[in-house]
Antibody
Framework: QVQLQESGPGLVKPSETLSLTCTVS????????WSWIRQPPGKGLEWIGY???????NYNPSLKSGVSISVDTSKNQFSLKLSSVTAADTAVYYC?????????WGQGTLVTVSS | QSVLTQPPSVSGAPGQRVTISCTGS?????????VHWYQQLPGTAPKLLIY???NRPSGVPDRFSGSKSGTSASLAITGLQAEDEADYYC????????????FGTGTRVTVL
């Protein structure tokens, strides 16, 4: 049974870069698409972007200029960077497996943007 | 602002049938893109409930079913149980504005 686990700072200052990593265990990262999705407190889900294990990416056009997703197959990990964050980026960030339809999810990690 | 609209809430008594609508447009559901549904229990990550419009992953009870017609999709829950009380989200792809995966606004199901 594949498991996903997000890790990274829970507090980020405004204008800085949010960095998270998702570690995949119990299965290989190869052969799949991997996505990042976020959920502001009390609100709905928002797709951030995805990466194929080979490295090709696609990002939400509304976030595109500040988003970067990378993959490290040797560590079975993929990562998210979101630059120039504001309070509006405060959310629970989930990593998930899939491109359209996400069948495995991490438990999520709350990232708060505050000085 | 989501391009997939769901009712904020639906409710039903145990054993009843409830349906949740997901209304899109010609650039997403109406364009033929698949619809997926997720269940999010309080304080937990979403769980895939229906994929590819009407398919259940292994382990999902057959009380849950999905359908799609035109620019809309629906999730039906028959034999409603207390454990079904959760938030439900639809998801699809939208080809406008350079393309994007999109989620519905979400529906809270309350078991009376």
């Amino acid at each position: 049974q594949v498991q996903l686990q997000e890790s990274g700072p829970g507090l980020v200052k405004p204008s800085e870069t949010l960095s998270l990593t998702c570690t995949v265990s119990g299965g290989s990262i190869s052969g799949y698409y991997w996505s990042w999705i976020r959920q502001p407190p009390g609100k709905g889900l928002e797709w951030i972007g995805y990466i194929y294990y080979s490295g090709s990416t696609n990002y939400n056009p509304s976030l595109k200029s500040g988003v970067s997703i990378s993959v490290d197959t040797s560590k079975n990990q993929f990562s998210l960077k979101l630059s120039s964050v504001t309070a509006a980026d405060t959310a629970v960030y989930y990593c998930a497996r899939g491109k359209r339809g996400y069948d495995e999810w991490g438990q999520g990690t709350l990232v708060t943007v505050s000085s | 602002q989501s391009v997939l609209t769901q009712p904020p809430s639906v409710s039903g008594a145990p054993g009843q049938r409830v349906t949740i609508s997901c209304t899109g447009s010609s650039s997403n559901i109406g364009a033929g893109y698949d619809v997926h549904w997720y269940q999010q229990l309080p304080g937990t990550a979403p769980k895939l409930l229906i994929y590819g419009n009407n398919n259940r992953p292994s382990g999902v009870p057959d009380r849950f079913s999905g359908s799609k017609s035109g620019t809309s999709a629906s999730l039906a829950i028959t034999g409603l149980q207390a454990e079904d009380e959760a938030d439900y989200y639809c998801q699809s792809y939208d080809s406008s504005l350079n393309g994007s995966e999109v989620f519905g606004t979400g529906t809270r199901v309350t078991v009376l």
